[in-house]
């Protein structure tokens, strides 16, 4: 979770950690590589993380990254990718946009196919290159960002905040093949100008606000499915049946007794102790 969802953050300590030593050299080998131009980008992004990991454990010690790594482990969505793997994966995405989306058109009966280099349907007159910026790789990016936030700080399961972050891919992906189907539609049935339009502005606007909607909607079949058993606190518990404490007596072994009428299962035998019986 985030730091304001989290215990107490620990006190600095009285002088500083010599265990820090080893990630400020941690970060300046990370400098060292990428001025030799090998993932420049990547290095420096993790130069920085071993550097404010450096600073937090030369304060506060192992506790406070204990505390504090969440926050600092999200800093890795701050920087590029590393250009090879960059062009690499944007490729393999164009490559499964294009797939997709010919195979969903062709169901709505379109005559549509791949030519060209692999990244290119053609509907009649009509082809629809997914270029690069098509690769939906930003938005990959930035929506798997944006999940790994909100599975941070969200009160479910931790099986529900991990299906957050597997399912933030395909979510993002299949956001990129709608945009696709409904732009090649589009330009099929002659709405250039609109083809356009939806391609260049509505699609970045459109596409979050779909993958955020998906996520909800897999959280609520979640809740809808599962059923997760709740612990109540004895106090919530005598709120919602407004009941007092004097009707509950707590045993030495940890075991609650209902001692008020009105809890007590039918044809129960269990009952209030003999000469101390229920207010």
């Keep these: 979770r985030d730091l304001r969802h989290r215990r107490v953050a620990p006190r600095d300590s009285r002088r500083p950690h ?7 050299l941690l970060a300046g080998a990370g400098l060292a590589v990428g001025s030799l131009n090998i993932a420049k980008e990547a290095c420096q992004g993790l130069a920085l993380i071993a550097a404010v990991s450096g600073l937090v454990v030369m304060f506060f010690g192992w506790k406070g990254l204990a505390w504090s790594w969440p926050a600092i482990l999200f800093l890795i969505f701050m920087f590029p990718l590393p250009y090879t793997f960059e062009q690499n994966l944007a490729f393999k995405l164009r490559r499964i946009a294009t797939v997709a989306a010919n195979f969903i058109m062709q ?8 030519a060209g280099s692999g990244t290119v349907i053609t509907v009649g007159d009509v082809k629809l290159d997914v270029q690069h910026a098509c690769s939906g790789l930003t938005m990959l990016l930035t929506f ?23 399912m933030s891919v395909p979510i993002a992906v299949a956001c990129n ?10 330009y099929v049935w002659g709405f250039k100008k609109f083809g356009d339009l939806i391609v260049h502005d509505l699609a970045g606007w459109l596409m979050m606000p779909l993958a955020l909607a998906m996520i909800w909607a897999m959280l609520k079949l979640i809740d809808w499915v599962a059923v997760v058993p709740i612990r109540t606190r004895k106090e919530e518990f005598m709120k919602q049946n ?22 007590r299962p039918p044809h129960s035998s269990v009952g209030a102790p003999a000469g101390n019986g229920a207010k």
Excluded: M
Aim: cysteine-free.
């Design 242 to 263: 407004l009941i007092k404490d004097a009707y509950i007596r707590v045993r030495s072994t940890k075991t609650t007794e209902p001692i008020a009428p009105h809890l």
């Design 107 to 114: 169901l709505f009966g379109q005559p549509s196919y791949i």
């Design 144 to 166: 798997v960002a944006l999940s790994a936030a909100y599975a941070a700080t969200v009160t479910r399961p931790w099986t529900d905040r991990l299906l957050i972050l597997i």
């Design 18 to 24: 010599a265990s820090a030593l080893g990630f400020f």
């Design 177 to 186: 093949v709608i945009r696709i189907v409904v732009t090649g539609h589009v």
